[in-house]
């Protein structure tokens, strides 16, 4: 049914929770992972950063990237299932474009990723990656939401 299953993650309860929901759906079905996880670099690329070294920023940015999806890879292969995985870069773009993009130029046929299910004023300040991913993702998504959040 699903055999390429895309998994935004980062370093939250519920970005975990999808990554099992995900693991067991791999099972299931036999299906190919793709993990992957948005460094936003833009906020670094220019001006305000005189006292800041830019470049190095962006580094050690990429570096915190590179150790959230290890962790999940780590975990996915704790529950059996192998997976691969890349770091999204964004220049300022919409996260969820980001996502959404990557998950059909790579083929998936189900994206599966957590949400902090903020409601009331906290979503109308701070938007829904979740929600954006909704609106422009050509295939189904599964939003697993951990409740201690």
């Known amino acids: 049914m699903y055999q390429k299953i895309f998994v935004p993650v980062d370093d939250s309860d519920s970005s975990m929770m ?8 791999a099972k299931a079905f036999a299906s190919t992972v793709r993990l992957v996880h948005v460094v936003d670099l833009a906020q670094f690329g220019w001006g305000g950063t005189e006292f800041l070294d830019a470049t190095e920023l962006q580094k050690s940015i990429k570096q915190a ?4 999806l290890q962790q ?9 299932v192998e997976s691969e995985c890349q770091i999204l870069e964004s220049w300022g773009d919409k996260i969820a474009l980001v996502l959404a993009d990557d998950a059909s130029a790579w083929g ?9 299910g903020l409601g009331g004023l906290m979503h109308l300040l701070m938007g829904s990656v979740a929600e954006g991913v909704l609106k422009v993702a050509d295939v189904p998504v599964l939003l697993v939401r951990y409740a201690g959040e």
């Open 65 to 68: 990237g590179e150790q959230v």
């Open 18 to 25: 999808a990554l099992i929901e995900a693991c067991k759906l």
């Open 108 to 116: 998936a046929d189900l994206i599966v990723m957590g949400t902090h």
């Open 72 to 80: 999940a890879v780590e975990r996915a292969r704790s529950l059996g």
